[in-house]
């Protein structure tokens, strides 16, 4: 049978070291506690832009096994020697830091700089040049897990990404919906960053909701529809509404597009049953049941359900993950452990804090 | 100058009793609530199916003013007398008690009996024989503040309807957009009621964003239907999502269409400004701000932003309201003022509680 | 029969008007917000320190009815001409501009700077030397209410010693406890502030619960000591305990202090009873029932409960407000009323926005 | 080095069964949770009163890897054969069906059944007959570890009364304060358990905190003058005020007693690094920072700080621990570890999700 939840146990005596840059953000602190529980990956060092010098207790308070540890510079020199940097740095400040890392060191970067495929998304989206893309680290995407083993350079995917992707790929690439793709996703207030603006005070965003990067300015939006395209094997267009909503975490992605003559309830379920048959991680759940972010918090684990609006004449496919575990940094130590030729989920939480 | 805020002053000398029913619930709550800060309607008396009896003040905790009213019964011989009735009962059960009210009374029916025009849509959403629509309490939309003057009989529209009409009707009205209407809304949990079910006690809301309802199964997708359908002038479609987020009130609904050929986001503005320059409770925001639900919670008011999206060639309008204030129990009082030849914002706050 | 919510239809044709400094911060966001509602009391300009020009809107977004107000500087000569100057600034920084006011304007301050009488106490805690104590703004303490009549200057109490004052006071006058009293307070977050700070994030609030300010170093207590001696007619100790509670709004104040020899829950019933008969915004709940922050949201209304422990040998007395209306624009309000001769009540909401 | 995170490496080769009654519960679920990233436990079963025949995930979506465990009744007869069996049953039912467990078991019982040790008292604040108290489940204290070694019977304590314990009987126990204790505590909604009841409703407890049980009606009580009275070594009275803040997990006790003469904040300190200094769990903060419910969030860690207040006299201690692991679920783990003879932190997260 397959057990996931065994799978820790087998030792090999091995362990990695890993470095993690900006790690006094959210990002990167979610790394730091997967560590914690991970055999054979071991902290050996936190980096940070601009808190070198202190106790990373003071700026990551949950961090209480590594509460001592003296937050370093983040110079691509200071991050030599590691066997694995996990990069958890703004969107483009990446590839200056990777590009003089060691090839033979394992770099998963959590940031945007090498997901986009097309140099010229990229440059609208970021303005910049773009550093070129490496290993897109979403394993359950057909064929991408044999990229990733033995990987030395990871593309973590964005967190709305990571949710769409997931809950519209099999139905595009099945040609069960056509290409005009809508999301409007949740999303709690740490996918915003750590940065403290007045909109995000817990003030403001107490029993609030709303949306922002609204009519399809949001950078994530060319990750969608490159992957979204990709699984069609066409082009797609995807309207994209994030919304933000209270609480600290999980993304909640509602998605649907127009169905293809002939597709009914059956047909999908067929389709997205075989998808994720064998993922650990992608739980596509009973008729009846409706994912929850709750489900999965703090966990590396994806809630899908499936429905068939025959009205509205479109599917509707709800995903629920945790932003800053599959969203970010579960993917980053999955995609690890893939790379290294660990099991997959080694150290991974499959079992959401709940309620 | 248009000075909504004053118009409370202007001092008549008569007052109206009214009678709440279904005062025990969230949306009865809200209506009492409402008449608290009323100058000329006056709470006579609450009723309530299960908690005759009681003070009111073990119910409802914060209405302290009425804290020491006994609950009486809800059997339609109990509500006569009283100048207005307002119902907040369960959907279904209103038409019942309303056909034995006194056509002089001004009954105001929180509940959907009353709200579809279409015979077969209410039997095919609700099982039973429809009772007969009633003029439809949404007074922004063209024509029916006329309607609503002098009436007797007035069926508040539902939440989520509320918010979504006025997002997308004046679109569709101008024709910038096309039939395929996709909505997601989340919600707070008042929306769902007070009754005690395990998937609304706050341990499982809090922290959770959640999906219900999903694939067209909602029964205020046929209002939405409808109002939408009037609007353009023609049938349209609504793919319609509510989610559950973890705050007690408000709506924030993200309502997309296909853009007609040519619509651009000036020709937008310039119809949702004229569609809304003299409603004292739509608010379109200036461009660059976004609706949030704390900015409307507990006013009679509604944010409206919209967005032009070339790539996705969709709009995007975005609607925040107070889903028991303008969605119910202030459509309620709104309402009533228009009846009884009030002015139309009498004892409606305009102004949100926040932060 | 005493009918506080009918006292705002008594119209006098006179109207006050009033400028607001800070208005771009919660507590005169608060105030801004109750005069929307009030009759006779016209928000006629408002000023900040740092925002001077820009749109109320874009600071306040629930001020929609004053959204298109251009804030103004905050010098003294720029609050000049109004009727009533509202304070609303950081504490320290009042006394300076009240000095330069107009004798015949009313100034209700809600900073420290005039709170406390005794000027060692004030250098103790705040540094600077003292600009003398103002008529105390808590019209509940015996013969306050009279000494704020025409008052035209008022220091509007804080918001902890405002729950705690009312919670404790009367059984201390009363001789039902001795002065070694104990007070954990929860608040909601407004109560630090709209200054954008890391621990004050929506991510960092939501799901937790924090102390600060813990071994009597948070300044409200030098008021609460000062107000509880008064009461006690000797001085009384108050440990004092701040805690930070994922909420946006409200103050649940548990207090407890040694019974004295004899004193059972009747006498304290009866004392609590006589105390608050004939205050419209103190509400001593039904025994069995006990004050929940929701039921006071956005009113101007206190709710207590009291119960005795013989095994503890201690009375325990629970208060909540809201930290903004009642805890600092209600009060504000409330004062203004009484100074200027209207009717207490007046503008001020008497029912919580609940659920 | 003490290196808690990496104790799970170590591979016995022996597992152990787990059988878990009132798995449906927020106790039992959390026991399950743990569970899944145990190495050497194996949850084998899950049992309920009235859910039997039903699948796990149906009441437990969070637990995706045993959501096609069907629940199974819950008679003493269907406990059998488990190496270990878990009770997480109300309070008082416990008992009749451990009496009935081979004696062989290990039972460790998450009601309060057997944690009283004075009959008297059982009785006093349960009403029925005590069924004898069982080795005590909090090993941090002194000599508590020793009496867990091969225990086959233990009472896993009180969500309360572990924090309020480890912030308390150090000082007591030193002889740092006098015997007055004052706790008020927040606690996150699961506490309250999973039963629907209308007061802890979603709508009902966001935004709101209240406080209940007040006067010393709580039963966490007795446990907690039982605890501290034996690490004072004479009797101490506990007035104790449980309030519901608005989160699911998460207790924040700030707890307080008189201090003895002499008493400073040095010495204080100088007691708790001692008393904690090689406990894995149990965390005293370094000066200047104070406990939030989120640094534990789901972690089997305390987080404590300690206040010296000279004016009040009295000494503050703030614990932060999550109700459902180190004040529940947790706890039985870290029981069952040492009861076979496993490394204590095995399968514990030692750190919180946050944020």
Redesign the interface.
Known sequence: MHD???S??V?TGQTWTVGVTGATG?AG?EV??LL??H?YL?LAGVHANSSAGR?L??L??????Y?DLEVQPSAPEDLAGYDVVVLALPHGESAAVAAQLSPDTLVVDCGADHRLEDPAAWTRWYGSEHAGSWPYGLPELPGQRERLAGARRIAVPGCYPTSVTLALAPALAAGLVGP???V?A?S???G?G?A???H?????????????G???VHRH?PEMVQNLSRAAGSPV?????P?L??????I?A?C?A?LSAGTDEAAVRAVYEKAYADEPFV?L??EG???????????N?V?L?V????????L?V?A?VDNLTKGTGGAAVQCANLALGLPETTGL???????
């Open positions: 996931p939840v065994w820790c146990i030792s959210y602190g730091c506690r914690a529980g055999p071991r106790r207790g003071e990551q308070p949950h961090l209480l096994p509460a005009d793709v809508v409007v949740a709690g207030t740490s915003a750590k403290a603006k007045p995000l005070l817990g003030s403001e965003v107490m029993g609030s909701v709303s949306a922002y609204v009519g399809g939006t267009t995807v309207s994209f509404t919304t909503v209270p609480m600290s975490r999980g909640l509602t649907s127009p739980h759940l009973p049941q409706w994912p929850t972010t709750a489900q999965v918090l703090g966990a684990t809630a359900q429905a068939v609006d025959p009205d509205a004449g479109r509707v709800v629920a939480p499959l079992v959401g804090v709940a309620p």
